[in-house]
């Protein structure tokens, strides 16, 4: 039946229709998805984001008590702890690395023999992991990145006995008064 109607017509003029019609079809369906799109997350976000949302909650809590273990802090610096998540977790191995170790030492009861259980990767990683929390740099063969002076735990060694060096625990304008002068006798 319906091609009974396009033999009336001619070919050109059959083809133009079929293209119109299938114009027609594209925008109708760009439509009907652009009005659609804003359900989409609605549908999709708790099903989709639930089990990535999870893995990172689990992901930054190990880095967390991996991070507390090997330090020995127990108040280690919240936005430092997240600035070094962040980069660790960019680098294609610090993933890897960090899921690793922290298998290791989480069923290590003797905190001493746990560089005895890893394996030449996971030792350069556990040393990398300390120096950059010790100096708050991250050291890497394209740059290296300063994280955070002022937390770095270089400076905890010292806390009580002098502040961080370049942060003053003086007050504001403290080297404006003049010294007192004593008189001699």
């Given at each position: 039946?319906?091609?009974?109607?396009?033999?009336?017509?001619?070919?050109?003029?059959?083809?133009?229709?079929?293209?119109?019609?299938?114009?027609?079809?594209?925008?109708?369906?760009?439509?009907?998805?652009?009005?659609?799109?804003?359900?989409?997350?609605?549908?999709?976000?708790?099903?989709l984001?639930?089990?990535?949302?999870?893995?990172?909650?689990?992901?930054?809590?190990?880095?967390?008590?991996?991070?507390?273990?090997?330090?020995?802090?127990?108040?280690?610096?919240?936005?430092?702890?997240?600035?070094?998540?962040e980069?660790?977790?960019?680098?294609?191995?610090?993933?890897?690395?960090?899921?690793?170790?922290?298998?290791?030492?989480?069923?290590?009861?003797?905190?001493?023999?746990?560089?005895?259980?890893?394996?030449?990767?996971?030792?350069?990683?556990?040393?990398?992991?300390?120096?950059?929390?010790i100096?708050?740099?991250?050291?890497?063969?394209?740059?290296?990145?300063?994280?955070?002076?002022?937390?770095?735990?270089?400076?905890?060694?010292?806390?009580?006995?002098?502040?961080?060096?370049?942060?003053?625990?003086?007050?504001?304008?403290?080297?404006?008064?003049?010294?007192?002068?004593h008189?001699?006798?």
């Amino acid at each position: 039946m319906g091609t009974e109607k396009h033999q009336d017509k001619p070919l050109s003029l059959q083809a133009n229709n079929d293209a119109i019609s299938q114009d027609r079809r594209n925008v109708l369906q760009a439509v009907a998805a652009a009005l659609l799109l804003p359900l989409c997350p609605l549908y999709s976000a708790p099903v989709l984001a639930t089990p990535v949302i999870e893995a990172d909650v689990s992901a930054r809590l190990a880095f967390k008590r991996m991070s507390q273990l090997l330090t020995g802090y127990q108040d280690l610096n919240p936005e430092m702890l997240e600035q070094l998540y962040e980069v660790f977790r960019q680098e294609p191995w610090g993933m890897d690395h960090l899921k690793r170790v922290d298998d290791k030492l989480s069923g290590v009861s003797d905190q001493n023999h746990v560089l005895a259980r890893l394996d030449k990767g996971e030792h350069w990683f556990f040393g990398h992991f300390l120096t950059t929390w010790i100096t708050g740099i991250y050291y890497h063969q394209s740059g290296n990145k300063m994280i955070s002076y002022e937390h770095a735990l270089m400076h905890e060694a010292f806390h009580d006995l002098r502040p961080t060096p370049g942060m003053s625990d003086q007050a504001f304008g403290y080297w404006s008064e003049a010294p007192l002068m004593h008189e001699a006798a």
